[in-house]
C-alpha cells in the first residue's frame, strides 16, 4: 500500500513539474494587443500580376529596424544593430486601428490587417496608385 502512495505522489510531483503556464497572447485587433515592437520579416509589392520580394533587395541597415508602434498612437522607427549612413528618418509618426479593427493606419493611410495571430501582423495596400496600382504586403513578427 505504501509503494502504491509513493507512486502516486511522485507522479503529482512530476506532473506539476511537466507543467508550465502557457503564455496567453491574445489576437484581438485592439491597441493594446498590437501595440509594441516588431521586426520586418516580409515585403513583397505586387503589380500586373507580378510579385516582387522587395524585403530581400532592402540594404540590411533597413532590414534590422525596430518598428514600435505605443498605446498613445505614436510609432517610431528605430535604427538597430547595423547603422544606416544617413540614419534611416522616423518615417512612421503615428499609428491606429480603425473602429472594426480590421484596417491598420500608419501616419493617417489605411493598412487592411491580411492576418493577426497575437505575434505576426500582415498588413497590405496600396504602394503606388500607379498606373499600374501597385499593392503591398508587409509582414512584421513581434519581439
Known amino acids: 500500500m505504501r509503494k502504491i502512495h509513493l507512486t502516486a505522489v511522485a507522479a503529482a510531483v512530476l ?24 521586426n520586418l520579416t516580409g ?4 503589380a500586373l500580376g507580378v510579385t516582387v ?6 540594404p540590411p541597415c533597413e532590414r534590422d529596424n525596430i518598428v514600435q508602434f505605443n498605446t498613445d498612437g505614436s ?3 528605430i535604427d538597430t544593430k547595423i547603422m544606416c549612413d ?6 512612421v509618426p503615428t499609428w491606429g486601428l480603425s473602429p472594426k479593427g480590421d484596417s491598420l493606419y500608419l501616419d493617417h493611410n489605411p493598412y487592411l490587417i491580411k492576418s493577426w495571430d497575437g505575434k505576426t501582423l500582415v498588413i497590405t495596400g496600396v504602394v ?4 499600374p496600382v501597385v499593392t503591398g504586403v508587409t509582414t512584421f513578427v513581434k519581439q
Not at 496567453?24 to 515592437?37: D, E, H, L, P, R
Not at 520580394?53 to 532592402?58: A, P, T
Not at 544617413?86 to 518615417?91: A, I, Q, V
Not at 503606388?128 to 498606373?131: A, E, K, N, R, V
Open 15 to 38: 506532473f506539476f513539474i511537466s507543467c508550465k503556464k502557457s503564455e496567453s497572447v491574445s489576437n484581438a485587433k485592439t491597441v493594446q494587443n498590437i501595440s509594441g515592437s516588431y
Open 43 to 46: 515585403l513583397t509589392w505586387s
Open 53 to 58: 520580394n522587395v524585403y530581400d533587395s532592402l
Open 75 to 77: 510609432a517610431h522607427i
Open 86 to 91: 544617413p540614419p534611416e528618418p522616423d518615417s
Open 128 to 131: 503606388d496608385d500607379g498606373p
